[in-house]
């Protein structure tokens, strides 16, 4: 039993030298790659920077002219084999940026919503327009317009907006007392027709 003991102890210490030569090849070609980076590394960083600079100052979209920028988002939306997946990620990139979606850029997105036979989607597109408008001024002048112009569009794939569906008003709204809620919005809201309207 204890000759048995000793060459399992011989057979694991067997192991560990093999593991430690290993170990130690490893060790010397990991000082050999590092001798080599840092032979990369003494080249001075400012041709590096340029390059990297060159190469993906055209990705910033923010700095794109507008037309680049709308047929980035047309082509994109426009591909036949475009999935959900997609359309809401393409449409929440064209969220992030600070800009009123070309009516152009409207008609694609609203195409492939239909593709994918999203409609809940079209209508929360729609709605993002309306608040990117602004205030109610600018939402009755830019939204209309917008609307105006997609509105072929929108008869051709069967789409409602969000006005005629009723969608722009509270629905189960009712104004109560114990609630702050400013006076100007019952009129907004045409509560001030209401019977029992006290303001």
Partial sequence: MLAY??????????????????????KMSLLRVAQGLSRVAARPLSVSAVKCGEHHG???MEKWPADRFDKHFIDYLSRPE???????????????????????????????CRRVNDYALTIRFLEAIKIKCGSKKNRELVYGYIINQ??????????STPEELGLDKPELFI????????????????????PGYEF
Avoid: C, M
Avoid at 7 to 26: D, M, P, R, V, Y
Avoid at 150 to 159: A, H, N, R, S, Y
């Fill in 82 to 112: 475009i999935d959900g997946w997609e359309v809401r990620k393409a449409l929440s990139e064209l969220h992030d940026f600070d800009v009123i979606p070309d009516p152009k850029v409207v008609e694609a997105a609203l195409r492939a």
């Fill in 5 to 26: 003991f000793f060459s399992l102890q011989i057979f694991h210490f067997n192991i560990f030298l093999g593991s430690l030569t290993k170990l130690s090849a490893e």
């Fill in 150 to 159: 997609v509105k072929p569009v929108l008869d051709e794939l069967g789409i």
């Fill in 175 to 194: 104004p109560q007392p114990e609630y702050w809620w400013e006076r100007k919005w019952y009129k907004e809201y045409g509560y001030d027709k209401k």
């Fill in 58 to 60: 055209d990705l910033i």
